[in-house]
């Protein structure tokens, strides 16, 4: 789905109700349209009523179409399911930071980088146990086990294929050298660390180790 989020904004329509409005571009279909994400569903619009403090008598009039993010078969059934799980996230990033809570994602509703990560025992696991959802805050997946701390899994999209990853590592390999007698910054070399671990990421898919 060819698609841009333009913007994404956590608003307050009272009484710490919060909702995350984003605006988001439909290439294909020359429109942008929005987004509002919040107790567990999405909805897109074409006219942002939220904002705009709109008073609106029919709804059916502007939605195109809706969704429930604990439901793992809207993944199949709603055309835009894409872009809700993209905004899904979002919010949670916002709403989990505010009210310092964990939500419980349905499988399908993780992001692609997540599912990755996840083997098909820890799969199964937190089926039986957990009625198949993960908790996340929107930045971290947790993953249960049956002993042990929940494994915490992160969103690697930064680089996206190993190629580009092993690039951006060596890079950053030589960066740490010392050039004109000035060493790089601390920012610097975290991102040196950060690069080695998502190419350790990259070479246990290749591997099947995870």
Same mark, same amino acid.
């Given at each position: 789905?060819?698609?841009?989020? #333009? ?32 107790? =567990? ?18 709804? &059916? =009039?502007?939605?195109? =179409?809706?969704?429930?993010?604990? &439901? ?35 499988? /399908? ?19 039986? /146990? ?6 996340? &805050? ?27 990853? #092993? ?10 050298? /010392?050039?004109?007698?000035?060493? #790089? ?7 040196? #660390? ?17």
């Amino acid at each position: 789905m060819n698609y841009k989020i #333009l913007t994404n904004d956590y608003v307050n329509t009272g009484g710490n109700c919060m909702v995350l409005v984003s605006d988001v571009w439909l290439k294909d279909e020359n429109k942008t349209v929005y987004v509002f994400t919040a107790d =567990e569903h999405c909805v897109m619009s074409t006219v942002d009523y939220i904002r705009n403090d709109l008073e609106v008598d029919d709804y &059916d =009039e502007f939605i195109i =179409e809706a969704a429930c993010f604990t &439901d793992a078969d809207h993944a199949d059934c709603c055309k835009y399911f894409e872009i809700y799980r993209d905004c899904v996230f979002e919010y949670l990033k916002k709403d989990c930071g505010f009210f310092s809570y964990r939500f419980a994602l349905p499988f /399908e509703w993780l992001l692609p980088n997540y599912q990755l990560q996840i083997t098909a025992a820890q799969r199964q696991y937190v089926s039986e /146990e957990y009625g198949g959802a993960f908790a996340t &805050d929107g930045t971290v997946v947790y993953v249960e086990q049956a002993d042990g701390e929940p494994i915490e899994l992160l969103n690697r999209t930064t680089y996206g294929s190993l190629r580009s990853t #092993l690039s951006s590592c060596l890079y950053w390999l030589q960066a740490t050298n /010392e050039v004109d007698g000035v060493f #790089l910054d601390d920012l610097d070399h975290k991102q040196l #660390l950060d690069t080695i671990q998502d190419v350790s990421y990259w070479m246990d898919q290749i591997t099947g180790e995870k």
